[in-house]
């Protein structure tokens, strides 16, 4: 009898972080260890306090002279007002240091780690995921899914358009990324009801944030700190920045509906069509959902006051993870007390809600744990010594191509746009200098290149948000590989335009 050949079976995301990890210690055994002297702004003593790579502490005098000598161009008020408050790079001060090889030990350690550095977020998905086992089980979530299906019928492409456009928007704007790990969930049934694929939905989702953050106007996390840290004023290139958005919103949202249209006219054409009832057994509510009642409006009406709370919150009053896991546990008990769940009801249901979310949790963990060997390993720096002597002295426009591809690698090693920021932007920016061109072009290069690594990396989201709606890193790989490659040619067109113009 002939053996049926087993089909290959693309790995889980747990496996897929492993194999990074262990290529991240490897790498640490291949590139020497190097720092950088970092400098910090102590406020209570008004002293800015070096630490040089060797770790010896010197204090110095907190004003613009201290700047002036160690060739930092920030302004000092930046430091004064808290606007930077992590250690930046101080040009000309990278040494090497003495090995820290990352062996079998640190690699067994650095998910252990990871999970306890990201402890915060990994929190909030399990608070979040206990609301939503709540909200399942009172059967709003299934009515309003319903009502929102029959309002949109005939018209579901407004359900793609509006979701990429609101969040591209709070990316551009304060950064929202971690946030939309609440979205999926509620989402995506919506999505399936209206007769896209799942990847339709993480596509809307993901690529709103992605696209938002890389075209950063406002946001703080980069623009802001990262213009800080050059020197700069934020608004310096904003319009640029800000028709990079708009633009590369709308070619996101063209290639999103494109995809959407084809599906809808042939399901066959789905990259997920294989996992299609498995997809569907797990997200897909009802049709035959219960009719919204007054309870419902309410329970619902609160749900989605909770996302507008945390927006202002975060974009206003300088809100993280803590407020926003206290906000959204108090929006479920408010809920449970609505809705009507005795207290058995509602522990079990938001226990077995939490539950569902545990991968998603372990994934984040796991993927700081790659960042933790990085770091430990003190390779970091050392790549960024030798980016940066690669592009000194370059023509002006094959520098600002250069710089983008440097940012997409820096961004893999380094997956915090605040921490990219103050780390590289104090060493890159005054390469600008040196060939004529403002320092808004190594922000725009900066963001760009962060915003295109962050479509792929394993150290970001995009694995945590696959985990989350049992999708594999292979199927949205193949989605994703055109339209980046678009974007990132529309994002070098963008740094020549911003370059030419400049000159």
């Known amino acids: 009898m002939e053996k049926k050949k087993k089909?290959?079976?693309f790995p889980t995301a747990f496996t897929v972080l492993?194999?990074?990890?262990?290529?991240?210690?490897i790498m640490t055994w291949l590139i020497p260890a190097g720092s950088y002297s970092k400098l910090q702004y102590d406020g209570d003593n008004k002293?800015?306090?070096?630490?040089?790579?060797?770790?010896?502490?010197?204090e110095l005098p907190g004003t613009k002279a201290t700047l002036d000598k160690l060739k930092v161009k920030t302004d000092i008020a930046k430091f004064k007002e808290g606007s930077i408050n992590k250690p930046i790079a101080i040009p000309g001060t990278?040494?090497?240091?003495?090995?820290h090889k990352q062996g079998v030990l640190e690699v067994v350690k650095a998910p252990i780690d990871g999970i306890y550095d990201s402890i915060d977020i990994i929190l909030f998905v399990f608070i979040i995921g206990g609301v939503i086992g709540v909200l399942n089980y009172t059967g709003a979530f299934s009515a309003g899914i319903a009502a929102l299906s029959r309002a949109t019928k005939g018209r579901e492409y407004l359900l793609i358009v509006f979701i990429t456009f609101l969040i591209a928007l709070g990316g551009t704007t304060f950064g929202m990324a971690?946030?939309?790990?609440?979205?999926y969930p509620i989402l995506i049934p919506v999505f399936l009801a209206a007769g896209y694929d799942i990847l339709v939905c993480i596509a809307a989702i993901y690529m709103g944030s992605s696209i938002g953050t890389m075209f950063s106007t406002?946001?703080?996390?980069?623009t802001v700190i990262g213009s800080n840290a050059a020197g700069i004023s934020f608004t310096n290139g904003l319009t640029f920045r800000l028709v990079g958005l708009v633009l590369g919103t709308l070619i996101t949202l063209v290639y999103i509906l494109r995809y959407a249209k084809k599906i809808k006219e042939n399901p066959d054409y789905s990259l997920v069509h294989a996992d299609k009832e498995a997809i569907e057994a797990k997200f897909?509510?009802?049709v035959e959902a219960p009719k919204l009642t007054l309870r419902f409006d309410i329970v619902l009406i609160l749900f989605i006051a909770t996302f507008v709370v945390m927006i202002y919150g975060v974009s206003q009053l300088d809100w993280w993870f803590t407020e926003m896991t206290a906000l959204f546990l108090v929006s479920g008990l408010l809920i449970g007390v609505i809705a009507g769940l005795k207290e058995k009801e509602f522990v079990e249901q938001f226990i077995a809600g939490a539950a569902d979310l545990m991968g998603v949790a372990m994934v984040i963990g796991i993927a700081r744990s790659i960042n933790i060997v990085l770091e430990n390993g003190l390779i970091s720096d050392t790549i960024l010594y030798n980016f940066s002597k690669l592009v000194t002295g370059m023509n002006p426009n094959l520098f600002i191509v250069v710089m983008l591809g440097i940012f997409i690698i820096l961004g893999f090693f380094i997956n915090s746009s605040s921490g990219l920021a103050v780390l590289s932007i104090p060493i890159m920016a005054p390469l600008a200098d040196t060939v004529g061109l403002p320092r808004e072009v190594i922000i725009s290069a900066y963001i760009y290149g962060m915003g295109l690594i962050s479509f792929i990396t394993p150290t970001g989201l995009i694995l945590a948000s696959l985990e989350m709606v049992d999708v594999t890193y292979d199927k949205w790989l193949k989605f994703i590989m055109p339209l980046m490659g678009i974007i990132a040619v529309f994002a070098a067109a963008m740094l020549l335009i911003q370059v030419n113009v400049s000159l």
């Open 284 to 286: 897909k509510k009802e």
């Open 218 to 222: 406002v946001n703080p996390f980069s």
């Open 47 to 58: 002293v800015f306090v070096v630490t040089d790579p060797e770790g010896n502490q010197e």
């Open 18 to 25: 492993f194999i990074v990890l262990i290529l991240a210690a």
């Open 7 to 9: 089909k290959f079976s």
């Open 178 to 183: 971690e946030e939309t790990i609440a979205l």
């Open 94 to 99: 990278y040494q090497k240091v003495a090995p």
